[in-house]
């Protein structure tokens, strides 16, 4: 383990995998492919559209690849990564053959995979069940843990929905396997490029706008506005060719939302106003760093977004998957659980594969190691514009 953090063998690494990947790139199906044709003239009467790219919810300040390679290769941080494969809490078809009597459940598969059900209605939520973060099966960020669920274990699902066309959220070899059920995939615009070239069928692909909504069956589907960009190419040749967002989910008796990848921005207020309060909120809060501070929350923000939308139960996310950042691997659920201690939120923290019943006393044990991690103070994250407001409660 030691090794594989050494600095000798990140840079040996980077250059094999540079040098590979440039030849084996232009032959990957998982990389997809941009928009054309009637997708694009679609895009062209968005409002985010820019004319080459989509435009962000507010400027940003895009990380440069160079400094985080080199604070990639010189970090020795031991704790980016588990020692061993994580435990999981395993679970099988059975344990979603009756739905939630309370009308509200949610089920963390890992990073960003949600199995949402909700007045009777069942929403996949990003799913993830690939071995690596990549559009390579030999190469990029191998999960942490084995998905705790069978695919083929799903229960039948009313939806699934995808929020941008990053590796640790659109996953080739999953949609492929999904895709055989006729299940309808919802997503932002553009990314439907992706599935068709994939071979989905146009009918089980659905594409929205921001506040674009949706009914499925009755239950009501919004893409919400994000902070962040999108693209799946090595050479960046596709960034910002598709739409990233948000979702909130509108049933009959309850609400929830889904922040998707994001930084910090005053439109969580109008979320919350619009579609609000929420039952349940998942908001990423991992793979945060000063350098892209832009596109990610972190935890404290996280917090701040979450009392933004009017979220009554928050559950963390986009963590204790795949090592995406240099943060210690514990760090985004101990800030989320203090950031939410100083601000009066209810975070749940859910083992890998438990589920989450909202609204109820459900108490969760601590279930990852003691780890020494980087403090709120010590390493303070705040997407630009809000450097004086960041995790406000949290860090004030």
Same mark, same amino acid.
């Given at each position: ?37 009637e ?24 990380p ?24 999981v ?42 071995e690596?973060?990549?559009?390579? !099966?030999? *190469?990029?960020? %191998? =999960?942490?843990?084995?998905?705790? /669920?069978a695919? &083929?274990?799903?229960p039948k699902l ?39 070239h ?47 967002s ?38 990423? !809060?991992? *793979?945060?760093? %000063? =350098?892209?501070?832009?596109?990610? /929350?972190?935890? &404290? ?6 009392r ?21 691997w ?22 890998i ?23 709120a ?20």
């Amino acid at each position: 383990h030691m090794f594989l953090k050494s600095r000798v063998f990140k840079f040996s690494l980077l250059a094999v995998v540079a040098a590979v990947s440039a030849a084996a790139f232009s032959g990957c199906a998982a990389i997809g492919t941009p928009p054309e044709g009637e997708r694009l003239a679609r895009i062209n009467a968005s409002p985010q559209w820019g004319g080459e790219t989509f435009n962000d919810v507010i400027p940003r300040k895009d990380p440069d690849l160079l400094p985080i390679l080199v604070d990639w290769i010189l970090d020795d941080n031991p704790n980016s990564s588990p020692e061993q494969d994580l435990a999981v809490m395993d679970r099988t078809a059975s344990d979603f053959a009756v739905k939630p009597a309370n009308g509200l459940r949610v089920t963390w598969l890992g990073h960003s995979t949600l199995l949402v059900e909700i007045d009777g209605y069942r929403v996949l939520i990003d799913p993830v069940w690939g071995e690596r973060s990549s559009p390579f !099966t030999w *190469a990029g960020p %191998k =999960r942490f843990h084995r998905p705790p /669920l069978a695919l &083929e274990d799903l229960p039948k699902l009313d939806a699934v929905v995808i929020s941008h066309d990053h590796y640790d959220h659109l996953d080739h070899p999953t949609i492929l396997k999904l895709a055989k059920s006729g299940v309808k995939f919802i997503m932002p615009l553009g990314v439907g490029s992706h599935f068709e070239h994939w071979g989905v069928a146009k009918g089980q692909i659905i594409e929205l706008d921001w506040w674009d909504s949706l009914d499925v069956k009755g239950l009501k589907l919004v893409s919400t506005p994000a902070r962040h960009f999108s693209g799946r190419a090595i050479t960046q040749s596709d960034k910002d060719k598709t739409l990233w967002s948000g979702w909130a989910f509108i049933g009959p008796d309850h609400r929830a939302y889904y922040s998707g990848d994001t930084a910090m921005f005053d439109g969580f207020s109008e979320i919350g106003e619009r579609y609000g309060p929420f039952d349940v909120t998942m908001i990423e !809060t991992g *793979a945060y760093n %000063k =350098r892209w501070m832009d596109v990610h /929350l972190g935890p &404290e923000q996280a917090v701040q977004a979450h009392r933004m939308v009017g979220g009554k139960t928050l559950i963390p996310v986009h963590w204790g998957t795949f090592e995406l950042a240099m943060h210690s691997w514990t760090a985004p659920i101990e800030r989320t659980i203090a950031a939410g201690e100083k601000c009066g939120v209810k975070v749940a923290s859910p083992r890998i594969g438990e589920s989450v019943r909202p609204g109820t006393d459900q108490q969760f044990v601590r279930w990852w190691p003691t780890l020494p991690f980087l403090s709120a103070k010590e390493d303070r994250i705040a997407s630009s514009g809000f450097e004086d407001r960041a995790g406000a409660c949290a860090t004030g």
